[in-house]
């Protein structure tokens, strides 16, 4: 009787088990932890995003097709990448800008630790008191091909929040793949130098402002330093020129070819700022990068740019406490990919999945593909 009993027993808490887990299925994995709980986390399916392929975990789009495409969650650094320190076959040489030199950017900053109030009457407008003339110096970075041929006119890139080691690597290794044509890499850094952010600041006077200015910039005061201080002559076929960017600087990026298109053809952004951050105010862009796809896209006439995107499912959301609706940056891209497949650019949108604002993994993953469908289409002179 023990015996059925225990039998009787075991029988009920398997009963009990089986009803409370059906079936033989494992538990599903907890989701990834978010990387900043204070923004929420996307879906690239959400109405009103544009349609989107959904990609194979751990494998990115061939660079020469156009559209919209859905990385992740797993980023995996791309071959060319992986390690990613690599000795440089080519060089590099530094130099230096001071503000008393620039009559385009004389300098500004603001006080530490202050920031903005937004205009009670237009939260799309921001109040700043704390900003100042500052002088400020800068360095450039220009990575010279090994394959360079003195006195030839070369094409270039220019990257904004530089020196940038990484740019430098990928295009070191992708030249000596045959993937990219021998160019030279321009990378700047911004006048705040890691000082500073945003309205008021430095930096987000040459990247935030919805502008050809700083496009000027480059082109009177960078461009003929970097010639005499690295002995090259750059390209003035503006095929043969590109940007590249992330977050503002991605946005400035964008506004050198809008802007100058007869300069630059071809732009690459990681995290575009495509949103509200222009000071001071300007009532001709008073929604600031936001207007490139609410008016100065969708109501011009297609421009000869080609334009590689990436954004994350977590990337930065309502900063600054605007309150505007003018600061998602993951809508503000998909707003750009939506309204340049509607003017017919020729475009390639990466939505990446599990990953931040300018995320690190995604760039390991994505900037050798990235760079070369930039340079898609590129024809070198014939002598």
Request: hydrophobic share 35%.
């Amino acid at each position: 009787m023990k015996s059925l009993v225990l039998a009787s027993c075991i029988v009920a808490s398997m009963g009990i088990a089986a009803a409370q887990n059906p079936g033989t299925r494992p538990p599903a994995p907890p989701p990834p932890p978010r990387l900043n709980p204070n923004w929420p986390v996307r879906d690239a399916h959400t109405p009103g995003y544009i349609k989107a392929t959904e990609l194979p975990d751990g494998t990115i789009p061939q660079p020469e097709v156009d559209g919209n495409f859905i990385l992740g969650p797993s980023h995996p650094p791309a071959p060319e990448l992986d390690p990613p320190e690599t000795e440089l076959r080519g060089s590099v040489v530094m130099f230096t800008m001071n503000s008393a030199d620039s009559k385009i950017y004389p300098g500004i900053g603001r006080d530490p630790g202050t920031h903005g109030t937004p205009d009670p009457n237009d939260h799309s407008k921001m109040i700043v008191t704390t900003s100042h003339p500052m002088a400020y110096t800068r360095k450039v970075g220009v990575y010279v091909p090994k394959e360079y041929k003195h006195g030839k006119l070369a094409p270039f890139i220019v990257g904004a929040d530089g020196p940038d080691r990484l740019l430098f690597a990928t295009v070191d290794k992708l030249i000596h793949e045959g993937k990219l044509p021998p160019m030279i890499v321009i990378s700047i850094a911004n006048g705040s130098d890691g000082h500073g952010d945003a309205q008021g600041s430095e930096r987000g006077f040459e990247y935030d402002t919805v502008s050809g200015r700083y496009a000027e910039f480059v082109e009177t005061e960078v461009l003929p330093r970097v010639e005499a201080e690295a002995h090259v002559k750059l390209s003035h076929d503006p095929d043969a020129r590109a940007t590249t960017g992330g977050s503002s600087g991605g946005a400035a990026a964008f506004s050198m070819a809008w802007f100058h298109p007869e300069w630059y053809h071809r732009v690459l952004t990681f995290s575009g700022t495509y949103v509200n951050q222009q000071w001071p105010y300007n009532p001709e862009t008073p929604h600031a990068a936001w207007e490139f796809h609410e008016h100065l896209i969708p109501e011009s006439e297609r421009k000869p740019i080609r334009i590689w995107m990436e954004v994350a499912d977590q990337d930065m959301y309502n900063l600054a406490g605007m309150n505007d609706g003018f600061h998602d940056w993951t809508l503000a891209n998909e707003n750009m990919a939506r309204v340049l497949a509607s003017r017919g650019y020729h475009y390639q949108f990466l939505f990446a999945k599990n990953a931040g604002h300018v995320d690190k993994d995604v760039k390991y993953q994505t900037l050798p593909e990235a760079l070369e469908y930039v340079w898609q289409g590129y024809k070198p002179p014939t002598r």
